[in-house]
């Protein structure tokens, strides 16, 4: 009897009880966290297993060239009773040439994200190093037609004054920011190999765009009080 053989080709995909594709998850370290439909009962391992932990620098990941801080944040509210209220991943250096997430089409070099203290994702953040008005503009009109007209407000942190642009969906907030980066507290040095010096190098302004992923159940715990590192930004 003949038999035919065909070949079996496995894809990142697995099939969900409703029939709709739904994508496997894998380590941030090897592919672009995909952002606009996360699924936030992803497990917290899937993103961050334990190969990405740095071999060098104990409590942090290392995400290609990103070096993420893991800070466990208590409620502060009595000295020496605190209570653990959230596990937060910072990143404290990355590089603009790597693509640790996207949205759509948008491209991102950062990641942060913050999760219960029993590892539920309760928000992630990703951050484009450079951008411009022009990009900001289309991405934001992309979301606009995808989701519906954008809330608008005004938020402040430091000398910085922004635009924070927000969608509610169902089950989750999508918060979109620019900010203008002087490069004030940016040291910049050119080397001249041939005459063996070192100079000052030329600061660059630009716009770094911050995005923002929370899971609704949790808006209380984020709004008001996730507010280190880049998540400054948020409000």
């Known amino acids: 009897m003949k038999k035919n ?3 079996l080709i496995i894809l990142p995909f697995m099939i969900s009880c409703n029939g709709q594709e739904k994508r496997i998850v894998t380590s941030i370290a ?3 966290l995909q952002l606009e439909n996360f699924d936030f009962n992803t497990k917290l391992s899937a993103l961050l297993p334990e190969k990405t932990k740095s071999k060098v620098y104990s409590g942090y990941y290392e995400l290609k060239s990103e070096l993420l801080k893991v800070d466990t944040i208590s409620d502060g509210e009595f ?3 605190e209570k653990p209220v959230r596990i937060e991943y910072r990143q404290q250096s990355f590089s603009s040439q790597d693509i640790l997430a996207k949205f759509g089409n948008e491209e991102f070099n950062a990641v942060n994200l913050a999760t219960t203290i029993d590892g539920k994702i309760m928000v992630l953040n990703a951050l484009i190093d450079k951008t411009d008005l022009k990009q900001t503009k289309d991405f934001i009109e992309t979301i606009d037609k995808k989701y519906g007209k954008s809330a608008k407000t005004k938020g402040e942190f430091s000398d910085k004054n922004y635009d924070i642009f927000t969608w ?4 989750r907030i999508i918060r979109y920011t620019t900010v203008l980066d002087k490069e004030e507290n940016t040291l910049k040095i050119e080397i001249d190999e041939e005459n063996k010096k070192i100079m000052n190098g030329d600061k660059n302004p630009h716009y770094k765009g911050y995005i923002f992923i929370i899971k609704k159940e949790y ?10 590192g880049d998540f400054v930004f948020l409000e």
């Open 168 to 171: 509610q969906l169902k089950d």
């Open 5 to 7: 053989l065909l070949p």
């Open 219 to 228: 808006k209380s715990q984020i709004f008001g009080k996730v507010s280190s």
């Open 30 to 32: 090897e592919e672009p």
């Open 79 to 81: 000295i020496g009773s």
